[in-house]
């Protein structure tokens, strides 16, 4: 294949990666936990984490969960919101053999039953404040073993007691539960199995790269989720492809290991996940931030000590900047403002540069791909409206139904084949059937268009697409054109059954000036979009509905329009 997007890297990057220099991602964690032994790993709350204290935590609670008698490769669920206990559980699965199962701490009890009996995950380590939830259902559910955390457990001993009993009893956020003790299952708090495991031996794990690292289920927001199959290989993979973009573009900072990266995206998520795990082989910091719809705290946290990465996805982009507090924060270390998990609006991102100096930097990924696909240059100053270029070891092929690739310049499905895309999805052969084209690339079900210097442009979903009058029109172009409009925050565009028209479409807008009218748009949009594609219905909102990552959730909007 001619990957001739290797002609537009920026100096400095490799064109390929290894990850047969490591035997298993645990190589790569314990590695950097010997070596960066002194370095700090996380703040969160004002209390350090170092890399040992990493190290000896997930150590302990890696033998403690070998001491279940968990089978090698059992499926550990993991519910727990951006603190401390996220990687040291995290580390101390995979230390011990098992499969991280990382679940959404918001779920219903339903979203919950469903993962739990689709993964088949026997233990789960659960924060309290969501233990209401996995009572409804654990009944129905394999597991039988679950740790139960408190949000003090690691934040020491005087302070974490304080938390605890501010969130339980001040803050009124940990709801009543009783967790049933039949059927021989067992209950433990976080801080007695780390205890237990220190008097305990962790077992070398007999993992290799064809080993399965994580489960990560898809956000499920079109039906019910599916767990996408990821290797030590793909981890390993995806860390060594973000570690070859990033690196370069960070000379300013000097050592890597004194990076601070502002992990406020759920760690649970693979956009996170990712770059937690890159910060490891790094060696540097997180700073985490357990609430970031707080938006006064979190800004609070980011003037307290230089930060040089900010990954997000664009509503908090949108967000942070709406905040009167925002402005007043020091830039001036920032480094990378990377986009992601959705499309990037061109009007969020000329606010942010104006206001921070540090252009949003676009990129591409799935939970299926490790979060890793494709990103623009890091150096770049200006938002490009594109999802950037392959990453080294990456071939991104535009294709057509039948899985021909088409030529530069035509749309059709984005597809990508790379060490970093998962295996499969768990226990769904017939997914998996059409999930790969015949000459192994994975199908994303994004429509896009590549140009000849290898930058891709999505044009939008595939289901998401209305059709007006024959014509395709593609709601993330709609949508990128309309947020330019003066007094728009953001918007969001649906297709709406028409008699006359077959579809046609229909935006919802949050404005910041209440003098905005419908008509102010529409003139907006007469001027800036082509017939067909122009809102036949607008209706403003205080919010549109949202993930818990931020991504719209357009199938809600469609309902409401039903």
């Not at 590695?31 to 002194?38: T, Y």
């Not at 920032?334 to 606010?351: K, N, P, W, Y």
């Not at 749309?411 to 970093?420: F, H, L, N, T, V």
């Not at 969001?492 to 919802?508: H, N, P, R, S, Y």
Request: net charge negative; with cysteine.
């Amino acid at each position: 294949m001619n990957r001739h997007w290797l002609n537009s890297y920026p100096d400095g990057v490799a064109h390929e990666i290894d990850p047969e220099q490591f035997h298993s991602l645990n190589q790569l964690l314990e590695d950097s936990f010997k070596k960066n032994a002194d370095n700090p790993f996380s703040v969160c709350m004002d209390r350090w984490m170092s890399y040992a204290q990493l190290d000896s935590l997930s150590c302990a609670l890696g033998a403690w969960l070998q001491n279940l008698g968990l089978a090698p490769g059992a499926r550990v669920a993991i519910m727990l919101p951006n603190v401390p206990q996220f990687a040291v559980t995290m580390a101390a699965v995979l230390r011990a053999g098992y499969t991280c199962v990382n679940v959404n701490p918001l779920y219903t009890a339903h979203e919950l039953e469903h993962q739990l009996k689709d993964c088949g995950a026997t233990t789960i380590v659960i924060l309290e404040n969501f233990a209401g939830t996995l009572a409804d259902v654990i009944e129905s559910t394999p597991v039988k073993n679950v740790v139960i955390a408190s949000m003090g457990d690691l934040l020491g001993f005087w302070y974490g007691h304080w938390i605890t009993f501010a969130v339980r009893h001040l803050a009124k956020m940990v709801p009543a539960f009783k967790l049933p003790l039949s059927d021989g299952r067992t209950v433990t708090e976080f801080s007695r199995a780390v205890a237990q495991g220190r008097h305990q031996t962790l077992k070398p794990a007999p993992c290799n790269l064809d080993s399965i690292a994580f489960l990560q289920y898809t956000g499920g927001t079109t039906g019910l989720s599916k767990g996408a199959v990821l290797t030590h290989r793909n981890i390993v993979a995806a860390i060594l492809q973000a570690e070859a973009w990033f690196t370069p573009a960070l000379g300013r900072v000097g050592d890597v290991s004194k990076i601070n990266n502002i992990a406020a995206l759920p760690l649970y998520h693979i956009f996170a996940l990712t770059l937690c795990l890159l910060t490891i082989r790094w060696g540097a910091h997180l700073t985490l931030i357990p609430n970031p719809r707080d938006f006064g705290k979190f800004i609070e946290v980011l003037k307290k000590r230089p930060f040089h990465m900010l990954p997000a996805v664009n509503t908090l982009f949108n967000a942070l900047l709406q905040h009167p507090q925002f402005k007043t924060v020091d830039f001036s270390s920032l480094c990378v403002s990377q986009a992601g998990g959705m499309a990037a609006s061109e009007g969020t991102a000329r606010h942010w540069l104006e206001v921070t100096g540090c252009p949003m930097i676009e990129g591409w990924g799935m939970s299926e791909t490790c979060a890793i696909g494709t990103n623009n240059p890091i150096n770049n100053r200006e938002f490009t409206g594109t999802i950037g270029l392959p990453l080294p070891s990456i071939e991104v092929a535009i294709k057509d139904d039948d899985g021909q690739s088409l030529a530069l310049g035509d749309s059709g499905e984005i597809c990508i084949r790379g060490p970093q895309v998962m295996t499969g999805y768990y226990r769904q052969p017939e997914e998996n059937e059409t999930a790969f084209t015949r000459d192994g690339f994975m199908r994303t079900g994004d429509i896009g268009v590549m140009d000849e210097r290898g930058y891709t442009k999505i044009i939008d979903r595939k289901k998401d697409m209305i059709i007006v009058s024959g014509f395709n029109v593609f709601p993330n172009e709609l949508e990128g054109i309309i947020s330019l409009c003066p007094g728009v925050i953001e918007c969001a565009a649906i297709g709406v059954v028409d008699d006359k028209q077959g579809e046609a479409v229909k935006i919802f807008v949050v404005r910041d000036d209440p003098a905005l009218t419908e008509d102010d748009v529409s003139a907006y949009c007469h001027q800036h979009l082509t017939g067909y594609k122009r809102p036949k219905y607008i209706e403003f909102r205080d919010e549109l509905p949202k993930t818990n990552v931020g991504k719209i959730l357009r199938r809600e909007l469609r309902a409401s329009a039903r």
